[in-house]
Protein backbone atom coordinates (compact mmCIF):
# COMPACT_ATOMS: atom_id res chain seq x y z
CA UNK A 1 0.00 0.00 0.00
CA UNK A 2 2.58 2.34 0.76
CA UNK A 3 4.55 1.82 -2.81
CA UNK A 4 1.35 2.13 -4.41
CA UNK A 5 0.82 5.58 -2.52
CA UNK A 6 3.97 6.24 -3.52
CA UNK A 7 3.65 5.66 -6.90
CA UNK A 8 0.82 7.59 -7.56
CA UNK A 9 1.62 10.64 -5.27
CA UNK A 10 4.96 11.04 -6.22
CA UNK A 11 7.37 9.22 -8.86
CA UNK A 12 4.22 9.36 -11.70
CA UNK A 13 3.62 13.19 -11.08
CA UNK A 14 6.88 14.09 -11.28
CA UNK A 15 8.70 12.04 -14.37
CA UNK A 16 5.05 12.65 -16.90
CA UNK A 17 6.56 16.61 -15.98
CA UNK A 18 10.20 15.88 -16.77
CA UNK A 19 9.74 13.36 -19.52
CA UNK A 20 6.87 16.35 -21.11
CA UNK A 21 4.28 13.38 -21.21
CA UNK A 22 0.91 13.96 -19.69
CA UNK A 23 -0.38 9.99 -19.13
CA UNK A 24 -1.01 10.63 -15.19
CA UNK A 25 -2.57 13.81 -16.38
CA UNK A 26 -4.82 12.06 -18.91
CA UNK A 27 -5.42 9.19 -16.36
CA UNK A 28 -6.73 11.34 -13.71
CA UNK A 29 -8.52 13.08 -16.37
CA UNK A 30 -10.33 9.83 -17.47
CA UNK A 31 -10.84 9.11 -13.77
CA UNK A 32 -13.18 11.85 -13.33
CA UNK A 33 -15.04 11.69 -16.79
CA UNK A 34 -15.85 8.13 -16.88
CA UNK A 35 -18.98 9.25 -14.03
CA UNK A 36 -19.89 11.66 -16.29
CA UNK A 37 -23.85 11.37 -17.90
CA UNK A 38 -23.86 9.89 -21.05
CA UNK A 39 -24.92 13.06 -22.84
CA UNK A 40 -22.03 14.85 -21.33
CA UNK A 41 -19.71 12.13 -23.10
CA UNK A 42 -21.32 12.09 -26.12
CA UNK A 43 -20.95 16.49 -26.21
CA UNK A 44 -16.98 15.89 -25.36
CA UNK A 45 -17.33 12.58 -28.12
CA UNK A 46 -18.29 15.47 -31.04
CA UNK A 47 -16.30 18.38 -30.00
CA UNK A 48 -13.31 15.62 -30.39
CA UNK A 49 -14.63 14.25 -33.66
CA UNK A 50 -14.68 17.64 -35.49
CA UNK A 51 -11.79 18.84 -34.42
CA UNK A 52 -10.10 15.48 -35.59
CA UNK A 53 -11.83 15.57 -39.18
CA UNK A 54 -10.92 19.16 -39.75
CA UNK A 55 -7.44 17.95 -38.93
CA UNK A 56 -7.28 15.27 -41.09
CA UNK A 57 -9.02 17.20 -44.25
CA UNK A 58 -6.48 20.18 -44.31
CA UNK A 59 -3.31 17.91 -44.01
CA UNK A 60 -4.10 14.37 -44.43
CA UNK A 61 -3.93 13.48 -48.20
CA UNK A 62 -6.39 10.39 -47.93
CA UNK A 63 -8.99 11.94 -46.15
CA UNK A 64 -8.90 14.94 -48.26
CA UNK A 65 -9.89 12.57 -51.14
CA UNK A 66 -12.21 10.21 -50.33
CA UNK A 67 -14.05 13.17 -48.46
CA UNK A 68 -14.19 15.22 -51.65
CA UNK A 69 -15.11 11.80 -53.34
CA UNK A 70 -18.02 11.51 -50.53
CA UNK A 71 -18.86 15.19 -51.17
CA UNK A 72 -18.74 15.41 -47.12
CA UNK A 73 -16.78 18.33 -45.83
CA UNK A 74 -15.82 18.80 -41.72
CA UNK A 75 -18.55 21.63 -41.15
CA UNK A 76 -21.28 18.80 -42.41
CA UNK A 77 -20.59 16.98 -39.17
CA UNK A 78 -23.08 18.61 -36.67
CA UNK A 79 -24.20 15.67 -34.61
CA UNK A 80 -22.40 11.93 -33.73
CA UNK A 81 -25.12 10.47 -36.00
CA UNK A 82 -23.39 12.61 -39.15
CA UNK A 83 -20.33 10.65 -38.59
CA UNK A 84 -22.08 8.33 -41.11
CA UNK A 85 -21.40 10.20 -43.97
CA UNK A 86 -17.90 9.79 -43.55
CA UNK A 87 -16.59 7.11 -45.96
CA UNK A 88 -14.88 4.16 -44.12
CA UNK A 89 -11.51 3.00 -44.32
CA UNK A 90 -9.97 -0.07 -44.90
CA UNK A 91 -6.42 -1.37 -44.44
CA UNK A 92 -6.11 -1.33 -47.71
CA UNK A 93 -6.47 2.73 -48.13
CA UNK A 94 -3.59 3.35 -45.25
CA UNK A 95 -0.96 0.84 -47.25
CA UNK A 96 -1.61 2.83 -50.39
CA UNK A 97 1.77 5.23 -50.56
CA UNK A 98 1.86 4.71 -47.07
CA UNK A 99 3.41 6.88 -44.90
CA UNK A 100 3.38 10.01 -47.12
CA UNK A 101 -0.52 9.76 -48.58
CA UNK A 102 -2.49 8.54 -44.64
CA UNK A 103 -0.17 10.69 -42.40
CA UNK A 104 -0.96 14.50 -41.48
CA UNK A 105 1.65 16.93 -42.93
CA UNK A 106 0.75 19.39 -39.21
CA UNK A 107 2.68 16.90 -37.22
CA UNK A 108 6.28 16.91 -37.09
CA UNK A 109 8.30 13.70 -37.98
CA UNK A 110 10.03 13.75 -34.43
CA UNK A 111 6.55 13.40 -32.86
CA UNK A 112 6.08 10.04 -35.05
CA UNK A 113 6.30 6.54 -33.64
CA UNK A 114 6.40 3.63 -35.83
CA UNK A 115 4.58 0.36 -35.36
CA UNK A 116 3.07 -2.44 -36.92
CA UNK A 117 0.58 -5.32 -36.15
CA UNK A 118 1.68 -9.06 -36.12
CA UNK A 119 -0.33 -9.91 -39.19
CA UNK A 120 -2.52 -12.69 -37.79
CA UNK A 121 -4.50 -12.45 -40.43
CA UNK A 122 -2.02 -13.13 -42.75
CA UNK A 123 -1.72 -9.41 -43.69
CA UNK A 124 1.13 -7.34 -41.60
CA UNK A 125 0.03 -3.62 -41.10
CA UNK A 126 2.35 -0.79 -40.24
CA UNK A 127 1.27 2.84 -38.86
CA UNK A 128 2.12 5.55 -36.94
CA UNK A 129 1.18 6.50 -34.02
CA UNK A 130 2.04 9.67 -32.00
CA UNK A 131 2.64 10.68 -28.14
CA UNK A 132 -1.13 11.88 -27.80
CA UNK A 133 -2.60 8.58 -28.88
CA UNK A 134 0.18 7.03 -27.13
CA UNK A 135 -0.53 8.88 -23.68
CA UNK A 136 -4.32 9.21 -23.89
CA UNK A 137 -3.84 4.36 -24.63
CA UNK A 138 -2.12 4.14 -21.95
CA UNK A 139 -4.26 6.07 -19.60
CA UNK A 140 -7.54 4.17 -21.14
CA UNK A 141 -5.53 0.55 -19.86
CA UNK A 142 -4.84 1.69 -16.55
CA UNK A 143 -8.36 3.26 -16.28
CA UNK A 144 -9.66 -0.45 -16.98
CA UNK A 145 -7.00 -2.24 -14.83
CA UNK A 146 -8.84 0.16 -11.45
CA UNK A 147 -12.20 -1.50 -13.42
CA UNK A 148 -10.87 -4.57 -11.96
CA UNK A 149 -9.82 -3.53 -8.44
CA UNK A 150 -6.15 -3.26 -9.34
CA UNK A 151 -4.40 -0.32 -7.70
CA UNK A 152 -1.52 1.30 -9.94
CA UNK A 153 2.31 -0.38 -8.35
CA UNK A 154 0.59 -3.48 -7.63
CA UNK A 155 2.34 -6.48 -8.90
CA UNK A 156 0.86 -7.72 -12.30
CA UNK A 157 2.50 -10.54 -14.63
CA UNK A 158 1.80 -10.57 -18.87
CA UNK A 159 1.50 -14.15 -20.29
CA UNK A 160 1.89 -12.43 -23.87
CA UNK A 161 4.13 -12.99 -26.97
CA UNK A 162 6.89 -10.21 -28.01
CA UNK A 163 8.06 -7.56 -24.92
CA UNK A 164 10.18 -4.87 -26.41
CA UNK A 165 13.89 -4.73 -23.60
CA UNK A 166 14.87 -1.13 -24.40
CA UNK A 167 15.77 0.41 -20.72
CA UNK A 168 13.45 3.01 -20.76
CA UNK A 169 10.59 -0.03 -21.07
CA UNK A 170 12.97 -2.07 -18.32
CA UNK A 171 12.28 0.76 -16.25
CA UNK A 172 8.53 1.35 -16.53
CA UNK A 173 8.46 -2.12 -16.11
CA UNK A 174 10.55 -2.26 -12.70
CA UNK A 175 8.45 0.78 -11.92
CA UNK A 176 4.90 -0.74 -12.34
CA UNK A 177 6.20 -3.45 -10.92
CA UNK A 178 5.15 -5.86 -14.02
CA UNK A 179 6.64 -8.92 -15.50
CA UNK A 180 6.68 -10.89 -18.69
CA UNK A 181 5.90 -14.39 -19.00
CA UNK A 182 6.39 -15.78 -22.74
CA UNK A 183 3.11 -17.29 -23.96
CA UNK A 184 4.74 -19.67 -26.57
CA UNK A 185 6.21 -21.37 -24.05
CA UNK A 186 3.67 -22.57 -21.90
CA UNK A 187 3.34 -26.24 -22.61
CA UNK A 188 7.21 -26.75 -21.96
CA UNK A 189 7.26 -24.03 -19.01
CA UNK A 190 3.76 -24.19 -17.48
CA UNK A 191 5.31 -25.51 -13.83
CA UNK A 192 7.89 -23.08 -14.14
CA UNK A 193 5.24 -20.12 -14.35
CA UNK A 194 2.79 -22.14 -11.43
CA UNK A 195 6.04 -21.97 -8.88
CA UNK A 196 6.58 -17.98 -9.83
CA UNK A 197 3.29 -16.74 -9.82
CA UNK A 198 3.06 -18.41 -6.59
CA UNK A 199 5.85 -17.23 -5.15
CA UNK A 200 5.69 -13.41 -6.34
CA UNK A 201 1.35 -13.19 -6.09
CA UNK A 202 0.27 -10.65 -8.30
CA UNK A 203 -2.89 -8.82 -8.46
CA UNK A 204 -3.89 -9.47 -12.20
CA UNK A 205 -2.64 -11.81 -14.89
CA UNK A 206 -2.69 -10.26 -18.19
CA UNK A 207 -2.83 -12.44 -21.18
CA UNK A 208 -4.23 -13.62 -24.87
CA UNK A 209 -7.06 -16.08 -24.35
CA UNK A 210 -6.03 -19.32 -25.38
CA UNK A 211 -2.71 -19.46 -23.93
CA UNK A 212 -4.59 -18.39 -20.36
CA UNK A 213 -7.11 -21.37 -21.18
CA UNK A 214 -4.10 -23.57 -21.87
CA UNK A 215 -2.02 -22.84 -18.77
CA UNK A 216 -5.45 -23.34 -17.10
CA UNK A 217 -6.16 -26.73 -18.41
CA UNK A 218 -2.08 -27.79 -17.33
CA UNK A 219 -2.62 -26.88 -13.86
CA UNK A 220 -6.38 -28.71 -13.97
CA UNK A 221 -4.72 -31.86 -15.40
CA UNK A 222 -2.00 -31.96 -12.64
CA UNK A 223 -3.96 -31.05 -9.90
CA UNK A 224 -2.60 -28.15 -9.01
CA UNK A 225 -4.90 -25.61 -7.37
CA UNK A 226 -2.96 -23.40 -4.79
CA UNK A 227 -2.84 -20.13 -6.88
CA UNK A 228 -5.53 -17.82 -6.34
CA UNK A 229 -4.92 -14.27 -8.43
CA UNK A 230 -7.90 -11.52 -7.97
CA UNK A 231 -8.21 -10.54 -11.47
CA UNK A 232 -7.42 -12.11 -15.15
CA UNK A 233 -7.80 -9.91 -18.14
CA UNK A 234 -8.32 -11.41 -21.52
CA UNK A 235 -7.24 -9.74 -24.37
CA UNK A 236 -6.09 -10.38 -27.89
CA UNK A 237 -8.70 -13.12 -28.65
CA UNK A 238 -11.87 -14.70 -28.48
CA UNK A 239 -12.73 -15.27 -24.83
CA UNK A 240 -15.13 -18.45 -24.87
CA UNK A 241 -17.92 -18.67 -22.12
CA UNK A 242 -16.50 -22.33 -21.42
CA UNK A 243 -12.63 -20.45 -21.01
CA UNK A 244 -13.84 -17.73 -18.39
CA UNK A 245 -15.33 -20.86 -15.91
CA UNK A 246 -12.29 -22.46 -16.73
CA UNK A 247 -9.67 -19.86 -15.74
CA UNK A 248 -11.54 -18.41 -12.97
CA UNK A 249 -11.67 -22.03 -11.40
CA UNK A 250 -8.26 -23.08 -12.52
CA UNK A 251 -7.13 -19.34 -11.19
CA UNK A 252 -9.38 -19.14 -8.24
CA UNK A 253 -9.91 -15.58 -10.33
CA UNK A 254 -12.51 -13.05 -12.13
CA UNK A 255 -12.19 -13.38 -15.45
CA UNK A 256 -12.27 -9.65 -17.33
CA UNK A 257 -12.94 -9.28 -21.34
CA UNK A 258 -11.16 -7.10 -23.29
CA UNK A 259 -11.20 -5.51 -26.48
CA UNK A 260 -8.50 -3.58 -28.76
CA UNK A 261 -5.94 -3.61 -30.74
CA UNK A 262 -2.66 -2.62 -31.64
CA UNK A 263 -3.47 0.53 -34.19
CA UNK A 264 -6.19 1.95 -32.21
CA UNK A 265 -5.20 0.53 -28.77
CA UNK A 266 -7.69 -0.38 -26.01
CA UNK A 267 -10.69 0.36 -26.78
CA UNK A 268 -13.35 -1.41 -24.68
CA UNK A 269 -13.18 -3.74 -21.12
CA UNK A 270 -15.36 -5.41 -18.73
CA UNK A 271 -16.19 -3.19 -15.23
CA UNK A 272 -16.50 -4.71 -12.35
CA UNK A 273 -20.36 -6.14 -13.44
CA UNK A 274 -18.49 -8.07 -16.03
CA UNK A 275 -22.42 -7.59 -18.26
CA UNK A 276 -20.77 -6.16 -21.56
CA UNK A 277 -17.47 -4.22 -22.19
CA UNK A 278 -17.43 -0.38 -21.62
CA UNK A 279 -16.09 1.42 -24.87
CA UNK A 280 -13.49 3.77 -23.58
CA UNK A 281 -15.72 6.41 -24.87
CA UNK A 282 -13.74 9.91 -24.38
CA UNK A 283 -10.90 8.30 -26.82
CA UNK A 284 -13.58 6.27 -29.47
CA UNK A 285 -16.06 6.37 -31.17
CA UNK A 286 -17.68 2.45 -32.04
CA UNK A 287 -20.10 1.72 -34.77
CA UNK A 288 -21.35 -1.78 -35.84
CA UNK A 289 -22.26 -2.09 -39.08
CA UNK A 290 -23.90 -4.63 -40.54
CA UNK A 291 -22.45 -6.50 -44.57
CA UNK A 292 -25.20 -3.95 -46.32
CA UNK A 293 -23.56 -1.38 -44.43
CA UNK A 294 -26.42 -0.20 -41.99
CA UNK A 295 -25.50 1.17 -38.62
CA UNK A 296 -26.58 -1.67 -36.31
CA UNK A 297 -28.06 -0.76 -33.03
CA UNK A 298 -28.39 -2.38 -29.41
CA UNK A 299 -32.39 -3.03 -30.21
CA UNK A 300 -31.35 -5.11 -33.29
CA UNK A 301 -29.35 -7.21 -31.20
CA UNK A 302 -27.17 -8.50 -34.13
CA UNK A 303 -23.54 -8.49 -35.18
CA UNK A 304 -21.38 -6.46 -37.12
CA UNK A 305 -18.42 -5.01 -38.58
CA UNK A 306 -16.58 -2.78 -36.02
CA UNK A 307 -15.75 0.42 -37.44
CA UNK A 308 -13.58 2.65 -35.03
CA UNK A 309 -12.80 6.30 -34.76
CA UNK A 310 -9.70 7.25 -32.52
CA UNK A 311 -10.26 10.67 -31.35
CA UNK A 312 -6.62 10.99 -29.83
CA UNK A 313 -4.38 10.23 -32.85
CA UNK A 314 -3.26 12.96 -35.00
CA UNK A 315 -0.33 11.78 -36.81
CA UNK A 316 -2.24 9.37 -38.73
CA UNK A 317 -5.88 9.65 -37.80
CA UNK A 318 -8.11 6.61 -37.83
CA UNK A 319 -11.25 7.59 -38.54
CA UNK A 320 -14.03 5.28 -39.55
CA UNK A 321 -11.34 2.84 -39.65
CA UNK A 322 -12.40 -0.87 -40.66
CA UNK A 323 -10.67 -3.14 -38.31
CA UNK A 324 -12.01 -6.27 -39.90
CA UNK A 325 -13.37 -7.37 -36.32
CA UNK A 326 -16.84 -8.38 -35.22
CA UNK A 327 -19.05 -7.16 -32.46
CA UNK A 328 -22.81 -6.93 -31.08
CA UNK A 329 -24.06 -3.55 -30.14
CA UNK A 330 -25.87 -2.45 -26.34
CA UNK A 331 -28.49 -0.73 -25.96
CA UNK A 332 -28.35 -1.06 -22.22
CA UNK A 333 -27.18 1.11 -19.04
CA UNK A 334 -24.60 -0.43 -16.98
CA UNK A 335 -25.62 -0.68 -13.24
CA UNK A 336 -22.11 0.09 -11.99
CA UNK A 337 -22.92 3.93 -12.61
CA UNK A 338 -20.70 5.10 -15.34
CA UNK A 339 -21.77 6.81 -18.40
CA UNK A 340 -19.39 4.79 -21.07
CA UNK A 341 -21.66 3.46 -23.67
CA UNK A 342 -21.42 -0.99 -23.61
CA UNK A 343 -20.47 -3.18 -26.20
CA UNK A 344 -22.72 -6.21 -25.82
CA UNK A 345 -20.00 -8.38 -26.97
CA UNK A 346 -16.93 -9.20 -29.13
CA UNK A 347 -17.36 -12.12 -31.79
CA UNK A 348 -14.23 -12.54 -33.27
CA UNK A 349 -12.25 -11.38 -36.80
CA UNK A 350 -13.57 -11.59 -40.16
CA UNK A 351 -10.75 -14.47 -40.68
CA UNK A 352 -12.43 -16.22 -37.52
CA UNK A 353 -15.34 -17.13 -39.69
CA UNK A 354 -15.59 -19.49 -42.36
CA UNK A 355 -17.19 -19.14 -45.93
CA UNK A 356 -19.71 -21.29 -47.03
CA UNK A 357 -20.09 -22.61 -50.62
CA UNK A 358 -23.83 -21.04 -50.34
CA UNK A 359 -21.75 -17.49 -49.53
CA UNK A 360 -22.89 -17.57 -45.99
CA UNK A 361 -20.32 -17.07 -43.26
CA UNK A 362 -20.31 -19.55 -40.19
CA UNK A 363 -18.77 -18.16 -36.86
CA UNK A 364 -15.94 -19.86 -35.25
CA UNK A 365 -18.31 -20.39 -32.15
CA UNK A 366 -20.15 -23.07 -34.17
CA UNK A 367 -16.64 -25.32 -34.17
CA UNK A 368 -15.82 -24.91 -30.40
CA UNK A 369 -18.88 -25.67 -29.36
CA UNK A 370 -19.03 -28.60 -31.84
CA UNK A 371 -15.62 -29.85 -30.56
CA UNK A 372 -16.56 -29.53 -27.65
CA UNK A 373 -18.42 -33.08 -27.45
CA UNK A 374 -14.78 -34.75 -28.71
CA UNK A 375 -12.95 -34.00 -25.73
CA UNK A 376 -11.92 -37.40 -25.04
CA UNK A 377 -10.84 -37.43 -28.32
CA UNK A 378 -8.75 -34.55 -29.36
CA UNK A 379 -6.51 -32.60 -27.57
CA UNK A 380 -6.62 -29.73 -29.90
CA UNK A 381 -8.35 -28.36 -33.26
CA UNK A 382 -7.54 -26.25 -35.61
CA UNK A 383 -9.81 -24.98 -38.87
CA UNK A 384 -8.19 -23.59 -42.01
CA UNK A 385 -10.13 -22.83 -44.75
CA UNK A 386 -7.68 -22.65 -47.73
CA UNK A 387 -10.31 -22.68 -50.45
CA UNK A 388 -14.13 -22.06 -50.73
CA UNK A 389 -14.87 -25.19 -51.03
CA UNK A 390 -11.99 -26.79 -48.74
CA UNK A 391 -11.00 -27.02 -45.08
CA UNK A 392 -8.10 -28.42 -43.26
CA UNK A 393 -9.03 -29.80 -39.89
CA UNK A 394 -5.82 -30.12 -37.83
CA UNK A 395 -6.65 -32.28 -34.99
CA UNK A 396 -4.12 -33.57 -32.08
CA UNK A 397 -5.38 -36.69 -30.86
CA UNK A 398 -5.67 -38.82 -27.80
CA UNK A 399 -5.31 -42.50 -27.79
CA UNK A 400 -9.20 -43.02 -28.32
CA UNK A 401 -9.34 -41.51 -31.50
CA UNK A 402 -10.70 -43.80 -34.14
CA UNK A 403 -11.98 -44.08 -37.71
CA UNK A 404 -15.37 -44.05 -36.32
CA UNK A 405 -14.77 -40.69 -34.62
CA UNK A 406 -13.67 -39.32 -37.50
CA UNK A 407 -16.50 -39.87 -39.63
CA UNK A 408 -18.75 -38.48 -37.47
CA UNK A 409 -16.81 -35.29 -37.31
CA UNK A 410 -16.57 -34.80 -41.27
CA UNK A 411 -20.54 -35.78 -41.31
CA UNK A 412 -21.11 -33.29 -38.37
CA UNK A 413 -19.58 -30.46 -40.07
CA UNK A 414 -20.73 -31.05 -43.48
CA UNK A 415 -24.32 -31.40 -41.98
CA UNK A 416 -23.48 -27.37 -41.22
CA UNK A 417 -21.54 -26.85 -44.08
CA UNK A 418 -23.09 -28.46 -47.14
CA UNK A 419 -22.41 -31.70 -49.26
CA UNK A 420 -19.92 -29.17 -51.33
CA UNK A 421 -17.71 -28.77 -48.78
CA UNK A 422 -14.69 -30.57 -49.14
CA UNK A 423 -12.86 -31.62 -45.41
CA UNK A 424 -9.17 -33.25 -45.08
CA UNK A 425 -8.29 -34.28 -41.44
CA UNK A 426 -4.33 -33.79 -40.54
CA UNK A 427 -3.25 -35.68 -37.46
CA UNK A 428 -0.51 -33.28 -35.82
CA UNK A 429 1.27 -33.69 -32.69
CA UNK A 430 1.08 -29.99 -31.55
CA UNK A 431 -0.88 -27.02 -33.08
CA UNK A 432 1.95 -23.95 -32.83
CA UNK A 433 0.58 -20.36 -32.32
CA UNK A 434 1.34 -17.81 -34.53
CA UNK A 435 4.23 -15.64 -34.90
CA UNK A 436 2.72 -13.38 -32.42
CA UNK A 437 2.14 -16.01 -29.63
CA UNK A 438 -1.65 -15.88 -30.62
CA UNK A 439 -3.11 -19.25 -30.96
CA UNK A 440 -5.83 -19.19 -33.53
CA UNK A 441 -8.61 -22.27 -33.91
CA UNK A 442 -10.41 -21.18 -37.08
CA UNK A 443 -8.28 -19.47 -39.55
CA UNK A 444 -9.28 -18.08 -43.02
CA UNK A 445 -7.06 -17.78 -45.69
CA UNK A 446 -9.22 -16.74 -48.66
Same mark, same amino acid.
Given at each position: MIYEFFLQKCIFPVATCILGRKFWPRFKELQKSQWLPRKKIEEMQLEKLQCLVKHAYSSVPLYKQLMDKAKVKPEDLRCLSDIEKLPIVTKDDFRKGFPERCTSKAVPRKDWLFDSTSGSTGSPFQFIRDYNFSDYSLANTYRTYTWTGMKIGNKSVFLWGAHKST??? @????GLLRRRFMSSFDVEINYRRYYDELLRD????? *? %?? /? %?SVTHFAKLLKKEGLKSLHIPAVISSAETLYP *???? &??? *? %? &?HTKVFNRYGSREVGNVAHECEKRKGLHVNAESYIIEVVSRDGKVLKGKDKKHGRLIITNLTSFAMPFIRYDTEDYGVPSDRTCTCGRGLPLLENIEGRVSDFILMPNGKELSYLFFNYFFEQYGAYLRQFQVIQDRKDHLLLRLVVTKKYNLEKEGEIIRGIKNKTGRKMRLTISKVKRIEPEK /?? @?TRPVKRLI
Open positions: LPI @KLLDRPFML *E %AY /S %A *ENRR &LIE *E %A &L /SG @K
